[in-house]
């Protein structure tokens, strides 16, 4: 199993470009989110879906939009970029079943904005 | 709402020496308790977790008990070594249908020789 892929892995995006980052995962998982980090700052949640048509807000939105078409894929679009979005983004995916919120992470996406 | 607050950083260590490294937590309901680890260039990989008042979960030496009197959730491992430096995240699971991970900011650690 690859469990949650991300790609690209590096990226660098000049003001007011816009790109998708992308996340699938096979491990049929219902949910799936997107974190940024940011140095001292741990993980903050961007957007999530707890199924496939299903998004929410998290705790820094703005700037940032999703999609869940399929229930392996779900992509970050960056609309107009700004340096203040350079950071690491992770997604990351867990099963609706089980006690625990156990979340499976990606291995990253580096953005720098310039 | 939910937060978790984490021992500041970094903490450097001599192989062989024993970790603490401190979580607290203010939550609603009764959340599961993770311990998550980043190596360098990596994403993050769980640790170990706990989801009940009590339990302490443990794995590769590192252990950590949910204790619900005190709202803490610390890291130890009794003799560290040169491999377990990384970034270590304390998590917070909140209740509801969301399954939701609350970070604390992270704790990095350092081993040396």
Redesign the interface.
């Known amino acids: 199993n690859a469990g ?1 892929t991300q790609t690209p892995k590096f990226q660098v995006l000049k003001t007011g470009q816009s790109m998708t980052l992308q996340c699938a995962q096979d491990m049929n998982h219902e ?1 799936m ?1 997107w ?1 940024r980090q940011d140095p ?6 961007i957007h ?1 879906s ?1 199924g496939a048509g299903i998004t ?1 807000q ?1 705790e820094v939105p703005n700037g940032y939009n999703v999609s869940r078409s399929t229930t392996e894929d779900f992509p970050l679009r960056l609309l107009s970029a700004a340096p203040s979005q350079t950071s690491v983004y ?1 997604c ?1 995916s ?1 099963s ?1 079943t089980g ?10 996406t580096r953005l720098t904005v310039t | 709402g939910n937060s ?1 607050t ?1 021992m500041e950083g970094p903490v450097t260590l001599s192989e062989e020496a024993f970790l603490t490294i401190n979580c607290t937590y203010t939550a609603t309901g009764y959340p ?1 308790l ?1 311990w ?1 680890v980043q190596y360098p260039g ?5 640790l170990l ?1 706990a ?1 009940k008042a009590d339990d302490k979960g443990s794995n590769k030496g590192f252990e950590a008990t949910y204790r619900k009197e005190t709202t803490s959730f610390h890291l130890e491992k009794g003799s560290v070594q040169v491999s377990d430096s990384a970034v270590y ?1 304390c998590a917070l ?2 209740s509801g ?5 609350t ?4 704790t990095q650690l350092t081993v040396l020789p």
């Open positions: 949650v949910y989110s974190y001292g700052m741990g993980l903050r949640l999530y707890v929410d998290g992770f990351a867990s609706r006690a625990s919120y156990e979340q499976y992470f990606g291995p990253g | 978790v984490q599961s993770f998550y990596e994403g993050l990989q769980l977790k989801t995240f699971g909140s249908s969301a399954r939701q991970l970070f604390g900011s992270g």
